[in-house]
């Protein structure tokens, strides 16, 4: 796995062939540094109009693949909107349109379950993102084991439509029809992402699956985090920091 000034050299190339690439970018841990609550993050005030820039040169060929809602998703970045991921590629906006997923009265009610034992354990948090719902637990790691266990039991309660994820310090159950590999596919069915060569840019296991595609179609995957986590990338960024410099540079 190449290490960061490689990675960097490599993406300042992308300019060179701005009609080849398209780019597919993560969230929090590779946009955003990770905070000790979902709401704690805080967003660059020049990184929105960075992006929109780097978008711009592209052609428009950027998105955000996010486990974060569309909405959230576009709240962080406003006023820019971004062809995006939403849930784990569960929630799609591009060229054909926007498909959202509405949790049902079963798992609404599955939520407000697991809200409520969630208060047995103090520093869980519970976060519901609608149609998907995650219990994070980076202020009480003593709890992993618990909430591994109870959270196995949510899913199944949900049923086959939903499946729980894991995560950096946190699990989520979320729509099990899809995935951020899934996302990329569906992106590259259509103008601007169509016939172009991905870049795809994340920090989690959740982002293994558009890794696989990237290197599948013969382009760039980057793993941003610490040597030696196990990952199918071919480069990595040790911090949320580095990409954001290469993203401040490409816009410039």
Known sequence: MQDDDATQEMLSLVLEEPDH???????????????????????????????????NKLGGALALVTGRSLAYAD???KPFEFPTAGLHGAEIRNAAGMQTVEATAEFQALKHALTAEAEHYPGVLIEDKGAAVAAHYRLAPEYEKVLEDRM???AELAGPNWALQLGKMVFELRPARSSKGDA??????????????????????????????????????????A??????????????????????????
């Open 21 to 55: 690439w398209a780019m597919f970018l993560d969230i929090d841990g590779t946009l955003l540094n990770l905070a000790p609550t979902p709401d704690a993050i805080e967003v660059p005030e020049a990184l929105p109009g960075q992006l929109h820039r780097l978008s």
């Open 75 to 77: 709240e962080l970045f």
């Open 152 to 154: 196995h039991h949510y």
């Open 184 to 225: 990329l596919e569906r992106f590259f069915q259509s103008d601007p992402f169509k016939n172009r060569c991905p870049i795809t840019i994340g920090d989690d296991l959740t982002d293994e699956s558009m890794f696989a595609i990237a290197n599948a179609r013969g382009g760039v995957s980057v793993r941003v985090g």
């Open 227 to 252: 040597i030696g986590t196990p990952s199918c990338a071919t480069s990595r960024l040790s911090s949320s920091a580095l990409v954001r410099n290469v993203i401040a540079a490409l816009a410039a």
